[in-house]
């Protein structure tokens, strides 16, 4: 199956959570808003003044202005000025009535209790004005939008410490083999350390979705039936390992056994053929070859759309060099951007178990299945690896 047929397949069958829960913001980074943000509080919420120096009129520049008192960040007496006076105003202090203009420290000549304004001062300069930023009643966030680190800081600025977000979809991670066995664990010459486990829970986390790790499955049918009845509170299982087609396919027979229906059982893309994928009941399993480089393929590609639609970073360039590949499905394209091109890593070059491989890339280009060749300064469309 296409990739993009698969998606539509998937989406028809599975539907993100409606409902919501109310987090501190500190928990909240990547999360979606269940509402509209309204801003409570005026940015800022009074005028003052946007650097060190001397609060001035600007139309009595010519002559030398008399400095009358200080103002410090935290005053809540508002001073005020008369004819040809000026007050020795901090970053942050409130603007003192009749001033309109803030003249920088370093610009000035001060002369005893006198200083005189530079020759290039502008009105208004380092005035910053009551609600110029924000104004009560404004929509500061929009529901559907992903909180990142800037709005996180914003709700703090308007004092909202809880903030209403859509539940997370429950995933549970599995690994599958005989042959695996944990980083924390040491591992003889004939095992292989669990890293497809850690690496799907770091995409995940890339785009804010929480995860469980679940363990790993011995190639048993009777241990892969049991783990999956386990996972009856799981939205979404993710599955390392038991998708290519050999003998012993435990992962089929039990799933079927189970009452799972098979969505797909391979992509057409390099890698991550075998990938499978299965449903029952609006929830989802996800069959993912044991090579690390295609589980982290299918993942990306498959799993974390589902979950967030905007998950990727996407970049145009143009494309360093011919590069071959065969039709009839797509081919991912790992490399990196240099002087504005993108430069294939290793040639394109690579085994769908190499993590190295992708290590070394910053990006990843997918062709097109009726492609052969992508030619040298070709416009491609790029994925910023997470």
Not at 171 to 178: A, E, F, H, P, R
Not at 214 to 227: F, M, N, P, R
Not at 255 to 277: M, Q, T, V, W
Request: with cysteine; proline share 3%; net charge neutral.
């Amino acid at each position: 199956m296409l990739l993009n047929d698969a998606l539509d397949a998937l989406k028809s069958k599975f539907k993100l959570k409606i409902d919501s829960e109310i987090l501190p913001i500190s928990m909240a980074l990547g999360r979606t808003l269940a509402n509209d943000v309204v801003a409570v509080k005026n940015l800022p919420c009074f005028d003052n003044s946007a650097l060190d120096g001397f609060a001035v009129k600007f139309d009595e520049k010519d002559k030398p202005y008399k400095i009358i008192a200080s103002a410090f960040a935290g005053d809540k007496e508002q001073l005020a000025i008369g004819k040809n006076e000026c007050v020795k105003i901090m970053t942050g202090a409130k603007m003192p009535k009749g001033a309109d203009t803030v003249m920088r420290f370093e610009d000035c000549v001060v002369e005893g209790e006198f200083v005189k304004a530079p020759a290039k001062l502008k009105k208004g300069e380092a005035y910053r004005f009551k609600g110029e930023e924000t104004k009560v009643g404004e929509i500061l966030l929009k529901s559907g939008e992903i909180l990142n680190t800037r709005s996180v800081m914003m709700l703090a600025a308007q004092g909202i410490s809880f903030i209403d977000v859509k539940k997370q979809s429950s995933v549970g991670i599995y690994s599958s083999g005989n042959e695996i066995i944990e980083p924390w664990q040491r591992a003889s010459e004939d095992e292989i350390y669990n890293a497809n486990a850690l690496g799907i829970t770091a995409l995940l986390s890339s785009i804010g979705q929480k995860s469980s790790y679940l363990g790993i499955i011995k190639d048993e049918l009777s241990a892969v039936k049991q783990a999956f009845l386990n996972t009856t509170n799981y939205d979404i299982i993710v599955c390392s390992g038991g998708a290519s087609a050999g003998e012993a396919d435990f992962m089929k027979i039990a799933l079927s056994e189970l009452g799972y229906n098979e969505i797909f059982s391979h992509l057409d893309i390099r890698p991550g053929r075998p990938c499978k994928a299965y449903e029952k009941d609006g929830k989802l399993v996800f069959v993912l070859p044991g090579n690390p480089m295609a589980a982290y393929v299918c993942m990306m590609m498959l799993v974390l759309p589902l979950l967030r639609e905007d998950c990727f970073v996407m970049q145009n360039t143009t494309n360093a060099q011919n590069l071959k590949v065969k039709s009839g499905r797509i081919n991912a394209i790992f490399g990196n951007i240099e002087n504005d091109k993108f430069i294939a890593t290793n040639g394109g070059k690579y085994g769908s178990g190499m993590i190295d491989h992708i290590l070394k890339s910053t990006f990843m280009f997918l062709t097109s299945p009726d492609q052969s060749e992508i030619l040298q300064n070709s416009e491609i469309s790029l994925i910023k690896l997470p």
